[in-house]
């Protein structure tokens, strides 16, 4: 009686998990429509916060410099203390013909109360004035297609947005990646489903912090980066803050392409430590509900199908089939096997490890860690 319970319970997780969570599973929304141009082309400055990315910052910024934006356009690179050699590798690229609109600057020390990414993306700012219309905040190990910058700026005109963001095309190409990074971007639009953050009247908010076009002054209204100065999950915190301005939006894309391989299990689990136990506000009952949770929604499907039987065997199944189901739109952008949506379970075992490493992280005074910075708020320790 128990067990029937327990697979009839985590056959109602997934059935509203397909059925009434913004259809997060489909992956459909996009950049692939193409916006109608606007009749005047606004100025946008760029701003990519750089620490140590001496290995793939004249291949970001170069992607930068290639844009056929028809407006005012400027880049700004932020070296954030760098050790490698970052700002010497952008500053090359100041020998190009165009490289006039390319401007390096050395950052400042870290400010008390900031978390690095953002006291550099903050000067930034601050640097390029009251000049353009859009800041399109970008990392440094972000590729970018050449219309890639049209393309959003005819959106944020279109639909007269504070913030288009776009979720770039990760790498998966070795054996952890491929594990692992599709499933990443499918929990990330469960907990923040794109067409709920599309819609205007819906309170969530959300954006991927690779690939953000902001509007100046909606950005300086909702209190700049300031506000969100301390915030580990910054680009949520930030589109949190400008839909409060005016609608957002946020897609799959393409035309912005990480450059940052992740070649071990590991390393992808210290990028997922990084942040999420902030995800959870430094909770431990948070923490313990979202343990709870994932038994219940990915490990007790296969065990109930394994191990049960009758009614329970038969929910479990009907469970593990609706998980993988969900699975198959991002393995299709991913262009990867259909057959890994069967171990799902797997994957999210992992994801719950990663998610207890970064508690303890946290708890040891290690967490957040970013670039060798210790970043999570120092009341979660």
Known sequence: MIAATLGLLTLGVWTYLLLARGGFWRADQTDAETPPAPAVWPAVTAVVPARNEADVIARSVGSLLAQDYPGPFEIIVVDDDSADGTAAAATALAGAADARRLTVLRGQPLAAGWTGKLWAMSQGIAAAGDAPKYLWLTDADIAHDPDNLRRLVSRAEAGDLTLASLMADLHCETFAERLLIPAFVLFFQMVYPFRWVNRPAH????????CMLAQREALARSGGVAAIRTAVIDDCALAANLKRQGPIW????????????????????????????????YSPLKLAGTVLGLGLTYLAPPALTLFGDGLARWA??????????????????????????????LIAALYGAFTLRSAIDVWRGRGGQWKGRAQALARAS
Request: proline content about 6%; hydrophobic content about 55%; cysteine-free.
């Open 203 to 210: 309170r969530l908010a959300g954006a991927a912090g690779g």
């Open 250 to 281: 946020l897609g799959l894309t393409r035309r912005a392409r990480s450059l940052r391989p992740y070649a071990s299990v590991g390393v992808i689990g210290q990028m997922i430590a990084r942040s999420a136990y902030a995800q959870l506000d």
């Open 316 to 345: 479990g199944l009907a469970a593990w089939a609706a998980m993988a189901l969900a699975f198959q739109p991002m393995l299709r952008a991913y262009r990867r096997s259909p057959l890994w949506g069967i171990v799902l379970p």
